[in-house]
């Protein structure tokens, strides 16, 4: 079965600094990996994905997450933090084996930028 | 432009009773996806659809059921409402193998 861990419930962070939010997975074979972010009372809007090739991705507003395979890691990434990121960030994998297209979700990393 | 949209926002039930909450997608998408979102487990799926006549059970599916009638609506349904339902509920779609999921604003419900 397939599963994602994101250790850190809250993540905080300085506007202006660089942030990051960790991702690790567990999948048979090579997954497909996903962020994506959710503001207050909305639905999830897509970041970026990692499918094949560079091992780092760039995605929207900025972020970026790189794929390590040896780790079996995606941390998502952004050289200068906006205190407009504060969001809930969620990571997501599916494996390329089974052909499922759904995705198995993390728990979420909420982040605050602090002004 | 295209878009995912659920319907009702919001709803307020009571034990035992049928709700169907309502996902309709214009992006001609074949794979739509239901998760639930509680605090502390992220999203978790309960059905998804391939197509037009295919359905399939995710990892929460007890109490809810699904039907694929077209391409663009895929109807959740809840049988016989619990509380332990209560939660926020998640429409998604997406296209071909590898897409991204496009989700929906959200249905928050309340089983009382």
């Known amino acids: 079965a397939q599963s994602v861990a994101q250790p850190e419930d809250q993540v905080n962070v300085a506007e202006g600094n660089p942030l990051t939010v960790k991702c690790t997975y567990s999948?048979?074979?090579?997954?497909?990996l996903f962020w994506y972010v959710q503001y207050p009372n909305r639905g999830l809007q897509f970041l970026l994905k990692?499918?094949?090739?560079?091992?780092l991705v760039k995605g929207s507003y900025g972020f970026e997450a790189e794929f390590n395979k040896s780790q079996t890691s995606f941390h998502l990434k952004k050289p200068s933090a906006l205190v407009s990121d504060s969001a809930l960030y969620f990571c997501a994998v599916r494996d390329r084996i089974t052909g499922r297209r759904a995705l198995t979700f993390g728990s979420g990393t909420r982040l605050q930028v602090q002004p | 432009d295209a878009e995912i949209t659920q319907s009702p926002r919001h709803k307020i039930t009571e034990t035992g009773r049928q709700v169907t909450l309502a996902c309709h997608q214009t992006?001609?998408?074949?794979?739509m996806f239901w998760y639930r979102q509680d605090l502390g487990h992220g999203l978790r799926l309960i059905h998804y659809?391939?197509?037009?006549?295919?359905?399939n059970k995710g990892e929460v599916s007890d109490g809810y059921s699904v039907s694929r009638s077209n391409t663009e609506d895929l109807p959740l349904t809840l049988e016989s409402a619990a509380s332990s339902q209560t939660s926020v509920y998640f429409c998604?779609?997406?296209?071909?193998?590898?897409?991204?999921?496009?989700f929906g604003p959200g249905t928050r419900l309340t089983v009382l």
């Open positions: 999948v048979s074979g090579n997954p497909y």
């Open positions: 992006w001609n998408h074949n794979n």
């Open positions: 659809s391939y197509g037009v006549q295919d359905t």
């Open positions: 990692y499918i094949t090739g560079d091992n």
């Open positions: 998604a779609s997406s296209d071909g193998r590898v897409g991204e999921q496009f």
